[in-house]
């Protein structure tokens, strides 16, 4: 598994310890699992849950005993996070080479953005100083999750909709070097969490350029797969707001249309989680390539309206469980109603791919079509008797 690997120089990969804060997300929960299952790295995994990694953390049997260890530490206020630090630095000197961070921490459901502002703020920004400082001040390496989010607006959108120049690339493909930020006005807070995102990255790059830190800051265009969110009234909250994959999901789980907001005419581009987590081991094990950089991760040819994606998943759900789709599959709904006051949107996301290419040689593989057929499968097989069991129970109980 671990012999013979060499980086993209030909140099021999040598084991490190990562102190993976966020590992029991949605992206951690992949990358634990790769970096189990195909390298020799040591995980120190941080997080408040641990239910996405619980299969790598048990029995004691598995191949990678004694390479995961799950701490359950609230960022926002445990000193143990320092001394994690300090302590993998003593490992660091010994056995292993080097320790990074990689940092996933984060309120990032759009819901959140205007319901919960402050605590979108506090948690992409003030909880991640401590992160960027103790790295600073130790000299480790940090992974940073920033998010595609940070572009905001295109500049096409604001030219009147038949305006030629919107067929221009250089009006919306999104570039990390190039590209402005542009949000939308305080009273819309969907943009705290953009904002609050550009401010962290502002600083690394900033603790890089005056301290010498050394970083590289991912932003992901719309990674979807298993895992990803929560079932309402399954394995989250009834009145919970996922994103838009699991919200469509649990829509075509229970035989309910599919909501569009606004119409669903935004679009996204989606690249598969296990496309992206290759991005990722790249980053990890060529840190020369990798430091110093801004990465966009995506798939620009999986390029969908919401109102498309929803067409999509619906056929590919019939496919995969058998059951006829809906006569009127999709519903649109305001965004004030669905979301409440304050929220915005991104109208367009395209990664520009030059830098990612250049520096890791790194493409994405999988269609939207073949990666949402393996992730409506995975979610059809976990959680289609659950809900058939929370939707007879009312019943029963009446
Ligand atoms: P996620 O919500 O599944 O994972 C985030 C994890 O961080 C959760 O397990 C959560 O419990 C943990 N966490 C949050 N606050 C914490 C705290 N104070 N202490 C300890 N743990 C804490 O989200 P994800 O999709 O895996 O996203 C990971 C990162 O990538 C986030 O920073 C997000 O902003 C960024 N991102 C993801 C996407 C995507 O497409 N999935 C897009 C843009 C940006
Ligand atoms: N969306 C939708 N119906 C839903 C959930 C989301 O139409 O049930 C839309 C949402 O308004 C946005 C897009 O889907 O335009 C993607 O939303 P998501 O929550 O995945 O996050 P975003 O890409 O905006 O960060």
């Known amino acids: 598994m671990a012999s013979g690997r060499v980086d993209l120089d030909g140099r021999p990969i040598k084991a490190i310890t990562i102190c993976m804060i966020g590992a029991?997300?949605?992206?951690?929960?992949?990358?634990?699992?790769?970096?189990?299952a195909e390298t020799p790295h040591t995980v120190l995994a941080v997080d408040v849950y641990n239910d996405k990694i619980q299969h790598l953390l048990e029995p004691s049997t598995l191949p990678w005993t004694g390479r995961i260890h799950f701490h359950r530490i609230n960022i926002k206020h445990d000193s143990r996070l320092e001394g994690l630090i300090k302590?993998?630095?003593?490992?660091?000197?010994?056995?292993?080479?080097?320790?990074?961070?990689?940092?996933?921490?984060?309120?990032?459901?759009?819901a959140d953005y205007n319901t919960r502002p402050l605590d979108t703020i506090y948690s992409n920004f003030i909880d991640a100083i401590p992160v960027v400082k103790y790295c600073s001040e130790n000299n480790k390496r940090l992974i940073h999750f920033s998010t595609c989010e940070i572009y905001g607006k295109t500049i096409g959108s604001f030219l009147p909709k038949d305006h030629p120049l919107r067929q221009d690339p250089a009006f919306y493909v999104?570039?990390?070097?190039?590209?402005?930020?542009?949000?939308?006005?305080?009273?819309?807070?969907?943009?705290?969490y953009a904002c609050a995102k550009q401010l962290i990255e502002r600083l690394i790059y900033a603790e890089g350029a005056e301290?010498?830190?050394?970083?590289?800051?991912?932003?992901?265009?719309?990674?979807?797969?298993?895992?990803?969110d929560f079932i309402p009234g399954i394995d989250g909250p009834s009145e919970g707001v996922p994103r838009v994959l699991a919200c469509f999901s649990n829509n075509l789980l229970r035989g309910e249309p599919l909501k569009l907001v606004d119409g669903g005419q935004s679009q996204r581009t989606f690249v598969y989680i296990k496309d992206a987590i290759e991005a990722v081991l790249?980053?990890?094990?060529?840190?020369?390539?990798?430091?110093?950089?801004?990465?966009?991760?995506?798939?620009?040819?999986?390029?969908?309206t919401v109102k498309q994606l929803a067409e999509m998943m619906t056929e590919v759900y019939r496919k995969v469980s058998g059951k006829p789709a809906l006569e009127v599959p999709t519903i649109d709904v305001?965004?004030?109603?669905?979301?409440g006051e304050g929220y915005d949107d991104s109208d367009k996301r395209i990664p520009d791919m030059t830098i990612i290419n250049k520096q890791l040689g790194w493409n994405p593989k999988t269609s939207l079509w073949d990666l949402l057929e393996s992730t409506l499968?995975?979610?059809?097989?976990?959680?289609?008797?659950?809900?058939?069991?929370?939707?007879?129970?009312?019943?029963?109980?009446?």
């Open 334 to 339: 305001s965004s004030k109603e669905f979301y």
């Open 174 to 192: 999104l570039k990390e070097d190039a590209s402005p930020c542009i949000f939308g006005p305080i009273e819309k807070q969907r943009w705290s």
């Open 282 to 304: 790249l980053m990890i094990e060529n840190p020369a390539r990798a430091n110093g950089h801004i990465f966009n991760v995506g798939n620009p040819n999986n390029e969908v």
């Open 211 to 228: 301290n010498g830190l050394e970083f590289t800051i991912v932003r992901p265009f719309n990674w979807i797969g298993p895992r990803m």
């Open 24 to 36: 029991g997300g949605f992206i951690g929960s992949h990358l634990c699992e790769k970096l189990m």
């Open 87 to 110: 302590m993998a630095d003593l490992v660091s000197s010994s056995l292993l080479k080097f320790l990074s961070t990689i940092n996933l921490a984060a309120i990032c459901t759009p």
């Open 377 to 398: 499968t995975y979610q059809h097989r976990t959680y289609a008797d659950a809900i058939k069991q929370a939707i007879a129970k009312p019943m029963a109980s009446s």
